[in-house]
């Protein structure tokens, strides 16, 4: 049957956050064949929901140089096609960007090490916590739909991690929950994504985000949130030094 905000929450308004709620994906004994195609679909998912384009174009062009190098990070890559698309819009526009691109998961990194990414991209099965041990640093560190996944522990772990690995710029982009969204998700991906994650997974996934409000509480000093379309939450970090 499909889900429907009433039904999928018993909270018809998602007034507070549903964090018991698991992701399929997350499950380690989930389907192989149904994670390859939600990885697989996720581009095409992305380019509609997370708007990615528009955050290179605003936020991470004016960055870049076509003489020197800029490093990016991104964690918690899942099937890489963010970190591909970023590096793709950055040659078309003759900038030098190298992208490393991690994941904890060995199946998510298997996936993207097996899909067609320009050279600049690496993929690493790893955490930021080993990165920040080993003392990297990156110009600009960024992550698409991570944020909701995470333990409050984990939230300021990555907040901190992000803190010590950016030079310059954190993007952390995900989604904004409300009742309007979920709906508009559940209609929109009724008839598509057989085979998949992606419509069940997204509806948790909106269950379990937070509102721009909710994010405000939490965040550390320094830290900021704004508002994007359609329903999305940047939460930013600039290095005191720096203005973006």
Same mark, same amino acid.
């Given at each position: ?74 964690? %918690? ?6 970190? #591909? ?34 050279p600049s991209v690496i993929f690493r099965r790893t955490h930021s ?6 003392? #990297? ?24 991690? !992000? ?19 979920? %709906? ?5 991906t009724l008839p598509f994504f057989p085979g998949s994650f992606i ?9 379990? !985000? ?35």
């Amino acid at each position: 049957m499909p889900e429907t905000p009433t039904a999928a929450t018993g909270n018809l308004f998602l007034t507070t956050r549903d964090v018991d709620a698991v992701e399929e994906m997350d499950k380690p004994g989930c389907d192989r064949a149904k994670l390859a195609r939600t990885y697989a679909q996720f581009p095409l998912i992305n380019s509609v929901v997370s708007r990615w384009h528009g955050v290179y174009q605003h936020r991470i062009k004016p960055l870049l140089s076509s003489t020197t190098e800029t490093t990016l990070l991104d964690v %918690g890559c899942g099937g890489g096609d963010i970190a #591909a698309a970023l590096a793709r819009w950055a040659a078309r526009d003759h900038l030098r960007l190298s992208i490393t691109a991690i994941d904890p998961d060995t199946r998510a990194i298997d996936f993207a090490r097996a899909s067609a990414s320009p050279p600049s991209v690496i993929f690493r099965r790893t955490h930021s916590k080993s990165l920040v041990a080993d003392g #990297a640093v990156f110009d600009v560190v960024i992550s698409n739909h991570v944020l909701h996944h995470l333990t409050p522990e984990e939230f300021q772990g990555l907040l901190t991690d !992000s803190e010590l690995l950016a030079r310059q710029l954190v993007i952390h982009s995900d989604i904004a929950r409300s009742p309007v969204a979920y %709906g508009l998700f559940s209609v929109a991906t009724l008839p598509f994504f057989p085979g998949s994650f992606i419509r069940r997974d997204g509806l948790t996934s909106i269950r379990r !985000s937070y509102t721009a409000a909710e994010l405000r509480a939490v965040l550390p000093a320094g830290w900021r949130v704004e508002s994007a379309i359609p329903y999305r939450n940047l939460v930013l970090f600039t290095p005191a030094n720096l203005h973006v």
